[in-house]
């Protein structure tokens, strides 16, 4: 199929497959995020079920195939009357992946602030929460850009489990296999979606790069 | 950190606590268990009342035809893994010497061929390999469908980790093996390539964990992985829900494993653990 031929007929459900990987991005990133958050939190108080319980969360959900969760939440969970819309599996699925790996950069930026720095900080007679704020925290969110980045183009790469279930209307990966399950569609079908990923894979790269010359601490 | 070494990061961040702050803390910690406890006791539950506990969903787990069948899975998922993972590694030390060559279009077509790998999902290439290829009159095995987009993907990263180990080598060394009349090629194989490849080999390993994750897509091409043996066990017994928690504990276990192994590498050579996209 030509390139002309395909535009015409499928032009608009690539343009709306673009968008769809877009959102379903966006809403797992910002999801992840306050999840990576919460986890955070939890991993750093002194509670130790608290601890506990988000660290193991953690390794559970790092480790888990993205392939494997997403069958669990669309397959096992109705069994276990936890119904969702196929969407909402695979931005559950992703948000869960996405949040483990959250919150190892957010552990690694606390990690990289020198625990002589705490003991100054309290020398000098901080408090907890002047602590956090003032010296914790602008630290660890500057160090954590550029694996925050990574991590947005990673969100997007799993946004493509979506092409495993139905979704109407399907999302780039799906596409590529809708049409050519339909016709011969060739390697051009496949070279749209790959560009329409790397664009975006290499935009994101670039804004990251930028924001993290901007912010980065030099040691 | 020398002055209060073996305190970690989470432990430094908090006083030691006055008797008020322990009791806090204490009540705090009864209250979490009892949240952390209610939690899991509803996960049991709702397996309990829906019927997902009933014996005739975990009894054949005790037979050993099963764990032969999800052996004979687990070892289509180690082929594929150590197929596609030597491949990336050599896919992506050539991407690395490319990218970093002196010939500018041969950088330029590097980097091109990294961020493309890098930048599309794996499963975008499986279904190249499996409903685009054939329009072309190529036949291949369904394990050549899983493995080559696999490791294609997982190279375009690889050559970044590799790249990472290459700048880690001081650059005096690359200035002092020129100065004493060795060519660029002597300088990469012989001074620099050698020291790069030991500053990765933790990260190395924790990436093969991406690559077992990979290898779960094999079902897309029905090459009998342990996730596509899993769902033959599904139908033979119709026990979905306990299946498919049982193979994701144990990829859960498998990747993990390698973590820890990358981490005890990386502890004994003390090299750390990179993270790349």
């Not at chain 1, 100054?120 to 925050?148: D, E, K, N, Y």
């Not at chain 2, 499996?130 to 490791?151: E, R």
């Not at chain 2, 690559?211 to 992985?225: E, G, I, Q, R």
Request: charged share 10%; with cysteine.
């Amino acid at each position: 199929m030509g390139i002309e031929e395909l535009l015409g007929q499928y032009g608009d459900m690539y343009g709306t497959a673009l968008l769809t990987t877009w959102w379903m991005t966006i809403v797992s990133y910002a999801g992840a995020m306050a999840l990576a958050l919460v986890l955070t939190i939890m991993r750093v108080c002194p509670i130790r079920p608290l601890r506990m319980f988000a660290d193991f969360f953690v390794q559970v959900f790092r480790n888990i195939p993205g392939i494997s969760l997403l069958i669990i939440t669309v397959y096992a969970l109705p069994k276990l009357d936890v119904i969702f819309p196929y969407d909402i599996c695979v931005i559950v699925t992703t948000i869960l992946i996405a949040s483990a790996f959250g919150s190892e950069n957010f552990m690694s930026g606390i990690n990289t602030i020198s625990v002589g720095q705490i003991e100054a900080a309290r020398s000098l007679g901080l408090t907890f929460g002047q602590m956090l704020r003032q010296v914790v925290i602008p630290q660890a969110l500057r160090s954590v850009v550029l694996p925050m980045t990574n991590l947005l183009i990673a969100v997007m790469l799993t946004t493509a489990i979506a092409s495993q279930v139905p979704m109407k209307p399907p999302e780039l990966t799906g596409l590529v296999s809708y049409i050519n399950t339909r016709s011969t569609g060739g390697i051009t079908t496949f070279l749209i979606s790959a560009l329409c990923y790397v664009g975006t894979a290499v935009f994101i790269g670039y804004v990251g790069n930028k924001l993290d010359k901007k912010v980065r601490i030099l040691r | 950190m020398s002055a209060s070494a073996g305190i970690s990061m989470r432990d430094a961040l908090y006083e030691q606590p006055g008797p008020k702050m322990r009791r806090r803390i204490r009540i705090g910690t009864a209250i979490a268990l009892v949240l952390v406890a209610i939690f899991v006791l509803g996960i049991i539950r709702q397996f309990y009342v829906t019927g997902q506990l009933d014996a005739k969903y975990w009894a054949f787990f005790l037979q050993p035809t099963t764990w032969t069948y999800l052996a004979n899975g687990f070892w289509g998922t180690v082929k594929v893994s150590v197929v596609a993972g030597a491949i990336s590694l050599a896919l992506g030390l050539v991407f690395m010497l490319g990218r970093t060559s002196s010939f500018a279009w041969l950088r330029g077509l590097s980097r091109a061929f990294i961020d493309f790998f890098r930048g599309v999902p794996s499963l975008l290439l499986i279904y190249f390999f499996f409903l685009v290829i054939p329009q072309y009159g190529i036949k291949m095995s369904s394990f050549w469908m899983i493995t080559l987009p696999v490791a294609l993907s997982a190279s375009g990263v690889l050559a970044e980790v590799f790249r990472a180990g290459v700048n880690a080598v001081p650059k005096g060394q690359t200035e002092a093996a020129i100065s004493i009349g060795l060519s660029k090629m002597q300088t990469m194989f012989k001074i620099v390539l050698p020291q790069a490849i030991r500053f990765v080999i933790p990260t190395l390993i924790s990436q093969l964990v991406i690559v077992v994750k990979d290898t779960t897509l094999a079902y897309v091409v029905s090459y009998p992985d342990m996730l596509q043996n899993a769902r033959v066990l599904i139908t033979n017994y119709d026990a979905l829900v306990s299946t498919y928690f049982v193979v994701a504990i144990i990829y859960i276990l498998l990747n993990y494993l390698i973590n820890q192994a990358s981490i005890a590498v990386s502890r004994r050579t003390g090299v750390k653990i990179l993270r790349p996209a």
